[in-house]
């Protein structure tokens, strides 16, 4: 098991920036990936970022890419996801997982965090 702790939500202005943390703990030798996923209201959930553990492949999705940077800490267990010049339309609760794959599908991915708000204000 894997357990993913997300912190760093919160309600800022657009163009703001904020940094997402998500702290793992247990068999985290079993989860190679990790990814940040989000989902707004009536919306599915998306991909937004992927790293391994590595560090050696990273993946954006395209609303994000050139805004948004995933990066990770081996010795802490964390994956941190830096968001900047946020806009109204990032506004979602943004979900950590893990899994043993690497991949953006959402179903590959074995372990989820609680999830955390981010909202953007105009």
């Known amino acids: 098991q894997v357990q993913l702790v997300e912190s760093g939500g919160g309600l800022v202005q657009a163009g703001c920036s904020l940094r997402l943390s998500c702290a793992a703990s247990?068999?985290?030798?079993?989860?190679?990936?990790m990814g940040w996923f989000r989902q707004a209201p009536g919306k599915e959930r998306e991909f937004v970022a992927g790293?391994?553990?590595?560090?050696?492949?990273?993946a954006y999705a395209d609303p994000v890419r050139g805004r948004f940077t995933i990066s990770r800490d081996t010795t802490k267990k964390t994956v941190y996801l830096q968001m900047n010049s946020l806009k109204p339309e990032d506004t979602a609760a943004y979900y950590c997982?893990?899994?043993?794959?690497?991949?953006?599908?959402?179903?590959?991915?074995?372990?989820w965090g609680q999830g955390t708000q981010v909202t953007v204000s105009s």
């Open positions: 997982a893990a899994g043993d794959v690497w991949s953006r599908r959402r179903d590959d991915f074995v372990y």
């Open positions: 247990g068999r985290t030798s079993s989860s190679s990936s």
């Open positions: 790293i391994t553990w590595t560090g050696l492949m990273k």
